[in-house]
T-cell receptor
Framework: DTGVSQNPRHKITKRGQNVTFRCDPI?????LYWYRQTLGQGPEFLTY????????KSRLLSDRFSAERPKGSFSTLEIQRTEQGDSAMYLC???????????FGPGTRLTVT | AQTVTQSQPEMSVQEAETVTLSCTYD???????LFWYKQPPSRQMILVIR??????QNATENRFSVNFQKAAKSFSLKISDSQLGDAAMYFC?????????????FGKGTKLTVNP
């Protein structure tokens, strides 16, 4: 069990550029979650996959955001035409369906200049 | 929609002493999960302790224990024999079961300082 990994750990981009983050869940976990955490706040749910199916999306996930989980293994989160308001820590978590204990990765810190 | 409230933005404790962090939540569900996560500075979120709402017995994990009051919708975390390594942000989180995703709803966190 190597834990949840996320890459890159830090990303600095200019406004208007596209960025993509990757999450590798704990290998046996078929549920994968994305959250966003801004400074001084708790994480907020963005979206969730069970295997390769994206089953729920938050209204926080605007049209500029897209997430995929091909083959039900790793997941990618892409942000198109980044805005300064997208600057945040993007967290990935994974779990079994039962019990649904979520284990988090180290996060990707995005800075949009 | 479920909400989680942590009313203590900051708390401090002396090393070896006991501290209690407060959390209240609002839900109309009867079956759910509650969690405390620890987030050290610039480090990842760690699951500290969990409680299933149908269990009356309070969860314990070594020096960490909870006081779960379902009727009052309260879920406090007690840290005994505090250590310097306990210094971190602590987040209370609610995991619902309706809809099947058990996505987590977090409070704003409590920053715990441990004084030597």
């Amino acid at each position: 069990d190597t834990g949840v990994s996320q890459n890159p750990r830090h990303k600095i981009t200019k406004r208007g550029q596209n960025v993509t983050f990757r999450c590798d869940p704990i290998s046996e976990h078929n549920r994968l979650y994305w959250y966003r955490q801004t400074l001084g706040q708790g994480p907020e749910f963005l979206t969730y996959f069970q295997n390769e199916a994206q089953l729920e999306k938050s209204r926080l996930l605007s049209d500029r955001f897209s997430a995929e989980r091909p083959k039900g293994s790793f997941s990618t989160l892409e942000i198109q035409r980044t805005e300064q308001g997208d600057s945040a820590m993007y967290l990935c978590a994974s779990s079994f369906p039962r019990p649904p204990w979520q284990y988090f990765g180290p996060g990707t810190r995005l800075t949009v200049t | 929609a479920q909400t989680v409230t942590q009313s203590q933005p900051e708390m401090s404790v002396q090393e070896a002493e006991t501290v209690t962090l407060s959390c209240t939540y609002d839900t109309s569900e009867s079956d759910y999960y509650l969690f405390w996560y620890k987030q050290p500075p610039s480090r990842q979120m760690i699951l500290v302790i969990r409680q299933e709402a149908y269990k009356q017995q309070n969860a314990t994990e070594n020096r960490f224990s909870v006081n779960f009051q379902k009727a009052a919708k309260s879920f406090s975390l007690k840290i005994s024999d505090s250590q310097l390594g306990d210094a971190a942000m602590y987040f209370c989180a609610y995991g619902g079961t309706q809809g099947g995703s058990e996505k987590l709803v977090f409070g704003k966190g409590t920053k715990l300082t441990v004084n030597p």
